[in-house]
């Protein structure tokens, strides 16, 4: 465990040690977010509204409108794209804050986008064994437990399953950072790399599930009403949840790849 809070300790240290740079690096994706999420809440609410309805319910909206949502997506998508390589090339760059040096050329952005899918799709075959163990483990449960107990030890079970999945996402992600430096790596190479410290990413997955939960509580206590402030509120709780596991990300490709000490 002392690896896990090492690792953890030193990504949001990184992050919060110089908090003025932190959004000075990341602000061009932050805007493009929230300026996605603010664009898609004002001018397609019922278009948002509808395809949040009941099925039953639902009034299909026009392919205009599902075509411009589906841009600002792709828009606030690109943003978080860019926020990971803004952060990982001001990091492992030396620190740099050189806005020439930071931007990413079109072929980098292309290439973590393209490695980004395979790792996606790498977690999406790993998720099937998981959602097949889980869904036998709660039926087990559901017919040994009362209604209170079964409820319990659900939740326990989905808590679980997403630190697996957050574990996976570790170890084959490594090649993200590199892609951002312009670097090669495979899929396979991320794994190999990040087995000597297998055991402490556990507590790293942990971690990280423990803070996203933390903060989406917070943020469901002070959640408005108003849909434009709930949406960018919504947006910025992503924002935050993402640049921690983008640090921790970096975090990684420095130790593992780069030999830097997490002092």
Sequence with gaps: ???????????????????????????????????????????????IAALQADPEDMILPSAGEIGLLAVFGLGALLGYVLMAILWHRHVL???????DELRPSPSIVLSYVWRAILVGLMQLLATIPIVIGTAALGAVIGMTAGLGGSAFLGLIVGLLS??????????????????????????FE???ETAPIAGPLWGVAALLAAINIGINGLAAMILPEAAVASALIAACVYLIEGLVFVSVLTTLYGHLIERRTLG
């Design 1 to 47: 465990m002392t690896t896990a809070l090492a690792l953890i300790s030193h990504a949001i240290r990184m992050l919060v040690f110089e908090t003025g740079t932190t959004f000075k690096v990341v602000m061009p994706a932050i805007l493009l977010v929230l300026g996605s999420t603010l664009a898609s809440v004002i001018l397609l609410p019922d278009t």
């Design 93 to 99: 760059l030396s620190g740099t804050d050189n806005v």
């Design 162 to 187: 997403g630190v697996v999945f957050v574990w996976i996402a570790l170890r084959l992600s490594v090649v993200l950072p590199a892609a951002a430096l312009g670097h090669s790596m495979r899929i």
């Design 190 to 192: 991320s794994w190999r």
